[in-house]
């Protein structure tokens, strides 16, 4: 599990971000034993949608301030479900921002510190089907549940597929650096200008696209996600776990008012 999740969230950045919008944008990419067809006519970049009142959204304190986000239960219900029952159960008070990698993203939502489930957890939780869906993407501000582990044929581990699970804990999106040659070379190889337009302008990970499932999008206090994907860490050889303790103190699921604005 340990090396799925460091393959997943960190090997990927080294990439520089470019080459999963470029495939994707070819309209395919494999994803739990199919393929998720990307039509770019039909795609909706939904998450720079102002939240509509009744939107379910979670409202989450940390050690550094509060950020709140919209949740999509319609794109992927099974995460959603998963992470909305944790958090009225308390599951997430008190957890720990276990990862912080170099301004790009963090790590957040376990009881301890390392990154690692206690042994007393309830495992299931872990083996929730990654959902994707064309119309979700890992721009900044984007939570996304982390993947735990892939279940694989024996054949299946030299051809490639299988399913692919998540559970609890939550990756909080920030941003690769665009530069000008990155920016560049996604404008002259992407199928979908408007979603490499996005991510310049928005920021995020594009190489982190149809990779993890999308469980929300956040809409106040980005400036809280920036800081928890740059605090001082120490490497202990799967994570960079911040040197301070900085915790999620609670998250209370609640729906969008005109008062959230």
């Avoid at 990927?12 to 919008?21: A, D, E, K, Q, Y």
């Avoid at 309209?27 to 739990?32: D, F």
């Avoid at 199919?34 to 939240?51: C, G, H, N, R, S």
């Amino acid at each position: 599990m340990k090396g799925l999740l460091k393959f997943v969230l960190i090997a990927s950045l080294i990439m520089g971000g470019l080459t999963i919008v470029v495939t994707i944008l070819n309209q395919t990419r494999e994803a739990n034993d199919t393929y998720i067809a990307i039509d770019v006519d039909t795609m909706k970049l939904i998450q720079f949608d102002e939240p509509a009142p009744g939107d379910p959204i979670a409202i989450v304190d940390t050690t550094l301030g509060q950020f709140r986000f919209v949740l999509y239960p319609e794109k992927s219900p099974n995460a959603v479900k998963n992470f909305t029952e944790l958090a009225e159960s308390g599951y997430y008070n008190n957890t720990y921002v276990f990862n912080s990698e170099s301004g790009a993203y963090s790590a957040a939502g376990c009881p301890q510190k390392n990154g690692d489930l206690p042994e007393n957890y309830d495992r299931s939780r872990e083996l929730v089907e990654r959902e994707l869906d064309q119309d979700l993407w890992p721009f900044r501000g984007a939570v996304c549940s982390l993947n735990t582990t892939i279940d694989r044929s024996f054949w299946q581990n030299f051809t490639g597929g299988g399913t692919y699970y998540n559970g609890s804990r939550f990756a909080l999106i920030n941003s690769i650096d665009f530069t000008d040659e990155i920016c560049q070379e996604m404008r002259n190889n992407s199928g979908s200008q408007e979603l490499t337009e996005a991510f310049i302008q928005h920021g995020g990970i594009p190489n982190f696209s149809q990779q993890m499932t999308v469980i929300g999008q956040v809409y106040e206090g980005l400036d809280v996600i920036d800081e928890l994907a740059n605090l001082d860490v120490s490497s202990n050889g799967v994570y960079k776990v911040p040197k301070d303790d900085i915790m999620i103190d609670s998250v209370v699921i609640s729906t969008y008012s005109a008062d959230d604005k």
